[in-house]
């Protein structure tokens, strides 16, 4: 089991950058298929990035690539998502999740077995 817990979240002009940290406890990242996620009011959650467990693999929605990275930090057992040019379009809660599932279904969100809390982006002039 893990816990996760996002940061780096907040209010941000359009063209700016967020860097977004999710912090694992209790076992490590690379035992899991690694994803952020992103739901905007009134909107269904989305997939934005994913990571596989070797770090080998990344996946991106096709809205977010180019801007976004995705990356981890295995000696701090955390992930990152950087995130440049935000668009206001990119404003939603962001959540991080993890999954035992296989690597190839990395875009359904009802396959992950472990999420945080979510954490705030704001894309506003």
């Known amino acids: 089991q893990v816990q996760l817990v996002e940061s780096g979240g907040g209010l941000v002009q359009p063209g700016g950058s967020l860097r977004l940290s999710c912090a694992a406890s209790?076992?490590?990242?690379?035992?899991?298929?690694m994803g952020w996620f992103r739901q905007a009011p009134g909107k269904e959650r989305e997939f934005v990035a994913a990571?596989?467990?070797?770090?080998?693999?990344?996946y991106y929605a096709d809205s977010v690539k180019a801007r976004f990275t995705i990356s981890p930090d295995n000696a701090k057992n955390t992930m990152y998502l950087q995130m440049n040019g935000l668009e206001p379009e990119d404003t939603a809660v962001y959540y991080c999740?993890?999954?035992?599932?296989?690597?190839?279904?990395?875009?359904?969100?009802?396959?992950?077995?472990?999420w945080g809390q979510g954490t705030q982006v704001t894309v506003s002039s």
């Open positions: 999740a993890a999954g035992t599932m296989y690597e190839g279904w990395y875009r359904l969100s009802s396959l992950y077995d472990y």
């Open positions: 209790g076992r490590t990242l690379s035992s899991y298929t």
């Open positions: 990571i596989s467990r070797s770090g080998g693999n990344t």
